[in-house]
Each structure stands twice: as structure tokens, then as C-alpha cells.
């Protein structure tokens, strides 16, 4: 590219008036500049592409989910508060109760129908038990009440992808909260003190702060 | 330890316990046994430090006895100790 001459006025500090300035040409640049500046532009170019890589793999992510979600076919009213929501599955001729005594003898279903229950959304998500790994368990644990077929069930909610990764127990237990720790520390009371040279020996003049550090002997 | 090494040592005996027993009282100001061990070895510690002082020189500046030398400098200056008292 050509360079060309431009003439600039600065003001000078010296009296106040202005002079010329006729800035040189730049000097020609180095073999290791240009490099560099190609190595500056490369690395800008894949960081683009990486970019838009993650995002096409959050987009897969999020749609495969929303599938997911829409196959469970779960009717929820919109009335319903979230963590009373009822699970109901559409379950024809399974108008029994599954106990111990009628595992054997009745046929199972291919899908397990959910629960009835009260159940909050985050076990919801927890995959169930298929069939085969049911007759593993204790029998008196997967006692499942199988609800009449439900005639017209609500058309099915767009459920938003969780937020919490882990199950929550109860919503009464801790409010969501999650408190790390707490201390105690009880007030001190005048009792007996170290003589002062024991004292100044032990560092303090109260026996009950005097915890020394012992680190390694601790154990034996 | 000679004697004047002892007489530094209660003074600075008496400071650790005082100390001690101040932070005790920043907590509990109206805790009337702390106060009256302050007060014993607050009277300890002065007693100690006057007999220093008479014998020894300043232990700090502010112990100026007034008269028309400046005795903080005769004393010996930390690098000048022999070992850590």
C-alpha cells in the first residue's frame, strides 16, 4: 500500500502557536510481524468455529431433551402447583393392585406405569425400574397402585428442561436452602488462670484456650 | 540469667498476663474477678518496671526521669544484647 504524506498541525506547548508535523513513512514490515499476524488471524478463526461448534451442540442437547420430554407424555393440569403435579399413565386393562402375592401369577406390563403420588418434579425425571430389574427387587418395595384408565387425559404440557441436576427430598426440609455449616461458640467465664509464668511460657493465661497445635502426634 | 535479665523478665511476665487479661475484659467489662487480677498485676507490673528502671535505665523513652541527661540511649541497643531475653 502506498504511504501517503500527510502533513498534520500540533499545537506546542513552547508559545502557544502551531506547528507543522510531517509524519515519516512507516517502517516496512518484518518477516516475523506478518507471521504473527497470521497466527493472530487463525487463531481467531478457530476460535469461531469452536464457538459455533458448542453452540450447535446446546442446540442438539436442548431439542433431544424436549423430545425426550414429549414422549413421556406426562398430562399435567396447569392449575397444579408443580410439586403436587399427579402422575398418571394411560394404562388400559391394569385395573388391579400389584402386591407380592400377584407378582407372579399376573402378566406385567412392557412399560411400567408410574405412581400415583405426590411426586416432586425433580424424581420424576429419575428413570424407573424397567421390568426385567423389578423382579430383582424386594418385592415390598415396588408395591405400585395401578389407577383406572384415565379417559380423556389433559392435552400434554411443554415441560422446561430441569434446572436442578440433583434430586431434591423434601421442599419442607430445607426450603431449597443449602447451609454449609453452622457454629457455636460459647461465651468464656473467669475461672481458674495460669500462674503469669506459666502463662507467658504456655502463651495464653487460660487453661481452656490453651489447645496447642500438635499436627502429626495427633494421631498417635 | 542475671539480674537484670529477671527484672525484665517480670515486667514482661506481668505485660503478657495483662494483655491477656484485657482482651478477656474487651468482652466481659464488668466481670469484677478479672478485674481485680488486672488490678493486682497491673500494681505487680509497676512495681517491677520502677525497680528496673531505678537499677537499669529507661525501658521505654516515655521513662525519662527529667533530670539533664538522656538516659534511653546508654542502654544497650537491641543488636547489642547478647542473647534474646
Given amino acids: 500500500m502506498e504511504y501517503k504524506r500527510q502533513e498534520t498541525y500540533q499545537k506546542t506547548t513552547m508559545d502557544g502557536g502551531w506547528k507543522r508535523v510531517t509524519p515519516s513513512a512507516p517502517a516496512p514490515r518484518k518477516d516475523w510481524m506478518v507471521q504473527k499476524e497470521k497466527t493472530v488471524q487463525a487463531e481467531q478463526t478457530a476460535q469461531v468455529e469452536r464457538s459455533v461448534q458448542a453452540e450447535q451442540t446446546v442446540q442438539a442437547e436442548r431439542s433431544a431433551q424436549v423430545e425426550r420430554s414429549a414422549r413421556m407424555e406426562r398430562p399435567v393440569q396447569k392449575t397444579q402447583p408443580v410439586h403436587m403435579m399427579q402422575m398418571e399413565t394411560v394404562v388400559p386393562q391394569l385395573n388391579h393392585t400389584y402386591s407380592s402375592g400377584s407378582m407372579s401369577t399376573q402378566p406385567m406390563p412392557l412399560s411400567m406405569p408410574r405412581p400415583t403420588m405426590d411426586v416432586h418434579p425433580s424424581f420424576a425425571e429419575l428413570p424407573y425400574p424397567?421390568?426385567?430389574?423389578?423382579?430383582?427387587?424386594?418385592?415390598?418395595?415396588?408395591?405400585?397402585?395401578?389407577?383406572?384408565?384415565?379417559?380423556?387425559?389433559?392435552?400434554?404440557?411443554?415441560?422446561?428442561?430441569?434446572?436442578?441436576?440433583?434430586?431434591?427430598?423434601?421442599?419442607?426440609?430445607?426450603?431449597?436452602?443449602?447451609?454449609?455449616?453452622?457454629?457455636?461458640?460459647p461465651m468464656q467465664k473467669w475461672g481458674e488462670v495460669y500462674d503469669p509464668d506459666k502463662g507467658f511460657s504456655r502463651g495464653t493465661i487460660f487453661p481452656e484456650l490453651d489447645l496447642p497445635f500438635v499436627g502429626e502426634e495427633a494421631r498417635k | 540469667?542475671?539480674?537484670?535479665?529477671?527484672?525484665?523478665?517480670?515486667?514482661?511476665?506481668?505485660?503478657?498476663?495483662?494483655?491477656?487479661?484485657?482482651?478477656?475484659?474487651?468482652?466481659?467489662?464488668?466481670?469484677?474477678?478479672?478485674?481485680?487480677?488486672?488490678?493486682?498485676?497491673?500494681?505487680?507490673?509497676?512495681?517491677?518496671?520502677?525497680?528496673?528502671?531505678?537499677?537499669?535505665?529507661?525501658?521505654?523513652?516515655?521513662?525519662?526521669?527529667?533530670?539533664?541527661?538522656?538516659?534511653?540511649?546508654?542502654g544497650p541497643w537491641p543488636w547489642q544484647q547478647q542473647e534474646e531475653v
Fill in chain 1, 130 to 185: 424397567s421390568v426385567e430389574a423389578m423382579q430383582y427387587l424386594d418385592r415390598e418395595s415396588v408395591r405400585i397402585e395401578v389407577n383406572p384408565p384415565v379417559i380423556s387425559p389433559l392435552p400434554p404440557v411443554e415441560i422446561e428442561p430441569p434446572i436442578y441436576t440433583f434430586p431434591i427430598p423434601d421442599e419442607t426440609e430445607c426450603g431449597y436452602c443449602i447451609t454449609p455449616a453452622m457454629s457455636y461458640t
Fill in chain 2, 1 to 74: 540469667m542475671n539480674e537484670r535479665e529477671v527484672l525484665l523478665k517480670r515486667v514482661q511476665v506481668c505485660d503478657f498476663a495483662l494483655n491477656d487479661t484485657a482482651l478477656y475484659l474487651n468482652t466481659h467489662p464488668d466481670d469484677q474477678n478479672a478485674l481485680a487480677f488486672y488490678k493486682k498485676y497491673s500494681a505487680m507490673r509497676a512495681d517491677a518496671a520502677k525497680a528496673f528502671v531505678d537499677k537499669y535505665g529507661p525501658l521505654t523513652h516515655m521513662d525519662h526521669d527529667g533530670g539533664d541527661t538522656w538516659k534511653w540511649v546508654d
